[in-house]
């Protein structure tokens, strides 16, 4: 306990007699803590609003009316062990009638699975016309009811209501930007034009609005019976959505589903593939910054306390020949870098917080893959506990490497240095 | 705890040489034995390996052949841990320069080597220093740091941390080398004291002829031997 009261007070005074470095390294210690913090916050911010955002509006899983594959042909089921070459010229694919077979058994079987909704649906492109625009959209046919337990679409209308589908007959819900592009609101008639080429008069009875911009922009909700009668193709479905109580498993339950009916079938994860690697990047470059800054920090640090060796290798000498072990030298001088580690940690902690804060108050305008008017914040105190691991780590390193040299000076060398 | 008539320090076929591309001999097969509560001092022209041979004594270095027993203690297969607590507990150490502590005043300073061995309580240590320092002479400069002192009032200060865990042995190089007759004289008595009243060893390196004829025993050395005084 003593020895090691002794060593820090020698720690504390080298600092003191090195103020403004030891300052200037604390700096630098706290701007890496702090910035990794206040990215993290704007970044993991925006990534979880994203996601937050898929997993509220979209299903969890969809099955398509396709398959993955290509069908395997009976000349390669029969022929197509390995090291075969089967070549196969002018196959037609046959043609068959579009939409996912037995969908209603499908329904019940999987309606059985605790904790799944589900809901089947009938996608189509549709054209809508109003005044002189043309604008296309995906309509998708659905049943309020089980929608409501799907997604939380119900939660992002901002105005009209979900069950007014129920009340018109061809009402229609609109994307925010859809109904822009077409200067719609509601309460207007639309003329709805399918690919099946029916047309049909529809009234806009709400509108969405999810922040994400490719979502507002070309979707478009009506009921079931409705989409089945404008595609001409009733008691069809040709997808069916599912919501799960842990979204996380989705990617797991998607390829059992798949397994069973053969059916492609994807995870949110799937469908927002591109995206999710884009916010791997992100972290990445976010990690990659953020540690170009600590490591210029550690360079502070190992400088600071390779000078106050060298300025103190008599200081050195003479506590090795009282006694001082090895290790207690090196004690000393890694004291030295975690104080310096702790402080700027703490400062850091405190600036990342600033930072956070002053970011969330910025005014925004955005539109780009998400609609927003500021930056999404989060505050999480894993950044907090990982930006001080890192720093911790950093500074220890960077000060023993110095440390371990000044516990291997041999005083009788600079011993003989001073008298000569 | 040595007082059973056994030498305190011995030394037996000592010899160092510095493993350089042509080797330097610095001591060469040395053998000493010391008897506690002497006064020794150890002369011989520059090169000698006067110093060389003091730092072995004292741990700071390890010998290329031969033995050193210290207080019944065979040291040249220790540690270096163990050498550092010997050297904490039984050994006291002033050089020709003071190397005191620039940051800290010369109460702390002389508090160090308590503070490192911790045999004292620590209510008590500090009551220590203040008489070590009383004794020398610098009661009226416990709280200052050591460039508000002249040479010789820094070289006492540095005694009195070399004796503040009560050492066996003092082991001084040139512990007058930089100072003036007066205070080399002064530096002498508070040797000649330790030797009398407290029955320390003191073993000092010195070119001052005139300083080492007032020891008890005189060591010569000449090229890494003895030449006279075993």
């Known amino acids: ?420 | 705890m040595s007082g059973s008539g056994r030498p305190l320090l011995e030394v037996k076929n000592l010899t160092r040489v510095l493993p350089l591309e042509v080797p330097v001999t610095l001591v060469k097969d040395v053998s000493l034995s010391i008897d506690p509560g002497q006064f020794i001092s150890i002369t011989g022209p520059s090169g000698s390996g006067k110093s060389s041979l003091l730092y072995l004594l004292g741990l700071l270095d390890r010998p290329t052949e031969g033995e050193i027993i210290i207080d019944g203690l065979e040291t040249s297969k220790l540690s270096g841990r163990k050498l550092s607590s010997i050297r904490l507990g039984r050994l006291g150490f002033v050089f020709q320069f003071h190397f005191l502590l620039a940051e800290f005043t010369i109460l702390d300073n002389v508090m160090i080597p308590m503070r490192k061995l911790g045999k004292w309580p620590e209510n008590e240590q500090e009551g220590r220093a203040v008489s070590l320092l009383k004794d020398l002479g610098l009661g009226d400069h416990l709280h200052k740091v050591p460039s508000q002192l002249s040479g010789g009032q820094r070289q006492r200060v540095a005694i009195a941390r070399a004796v503040s865990n009560e050492p066996l042995v003092i082991l001084a190089d040139e512990p007058t080398g930089n100072l003036d007759t007066k205070n080399s004289k002064i530096v002498h008595d508070i040797f000649r004291d330790l030797v009398d009243k407290k029955k320390t060893t003191v073993v000092m390196v010195t070119h001052d002829l005139d300083l080492a004829s007032k020891t008890d025993r005189r060591i010569h050395l000449v090229d890494g031997k003895i030449a006279s005084g075993n």
């Open chain 1, 1 to 420: 306990m003593t020895t090691s009261n002794l060593l820090f007070d020698i720690a504390l005074t080298h600092l003191y007699g090195r103020a403004r470095q030891t300052i200037i390294s604390i700096l630098g210690v706290a701007l890496g803590v702090g910035f990794f913090i206040a990215m993290a916050a704007m970044m993991v911010g925006f990534q979880r609003f994203f996601t937050q955002k898929i997993i509220d509006v979209s299903p969890h899983i969809v099955m398509e009316d396709e398959y993955r594959e290509r069908p395997r042909q009976p000349v390669s089921w029969f022929f197509g062990h390995e090291g075969t070459v089967i070549s196969l010229q002018g196959v037609k694919p046959k043609e068959e009638i579009r939409g996912i077979k037995n969908a209603e058994k499908i329904v019940d079987v999987l309606r059985q699975t605790p904790g799944m909704n589900i809901s089947p649906t009938l996608e189509g492109q549709i054209f809508y016309r109003y005044g002189s625009t043309d604008v296309s959209s995906t309509l998708k046919g659905i049943e309020p009811k089980s929608e409501k337990k799907i997604t939380k679409i119900e939660e992002d209308i901002v105005s009209g209501n979900l069950d007014d589908l129920l009340t018109h007959s061809y009402g229609v819900i609109l994307g925010s930007g859809l109904a822009d592009d077409l200067n719609a609101e509601v309460g207007d008639t639309l003329t709805g034009i399918s690919v099946a080429g029916i047309i049909k008069k529809m009234k806009v009875v709400g509108i969405f609005h999810t922040g994400i911009t490719e979502l507002d922009k070309s979707v478009s909700y009506s009921l079931l019976k409705d989409v089945q009668v404008l595609q001409n193709r009733s008691n069809v479905v040709n997808s069916i959505r599912f919501s799960l109580a842990d979204p996380n498993k989705a990617e797991e339950i998607a390829k059992q589903i798949e397994e069973k009916y053969k059916y492609k079938t994807v995870s949110w994860q799937e469908a927002n593939e591109g995206i999710l690697s884009v916010f791997v990047i992100q972290d990445t470059v976010r990690y990659a910054t953020t540690g170009a800054i600590l490591l210029v920090a550690c360079f502070g640090i190992f400088n600071i306390i390779s000078t106050v060796i060298n300025e103190k290798a008599r200081d050195i000498a003479i506590l090795k020949s009282m006694g001082f072990t090895e290790s207690d030298i090196q004690k000393i001088f890694v004291f030295q870098g975690i104080l310096i580690g702790v402080v700027g940690m703490v400062i850091g902690w405190w600036l990342g917080y600033m930072l956070s804060i002053a970011m969330g108050s910025i005014r925004i305008k955005m539109e780009a893959i998400i609609t927003t008017e500021h930056l999404y914040i989060v505050y999480d105190i894993m950044h907090y506990v990982y930006g001080g691991i890192a720093c911790m780590v950093a500074a220890t390193v960077a000060a023993w490497l110095p440390a371990r040299k000044a516990a291997l000076m041999r005083p009788v060398d600079i011993i003989r240095g001073a008298a000569g």
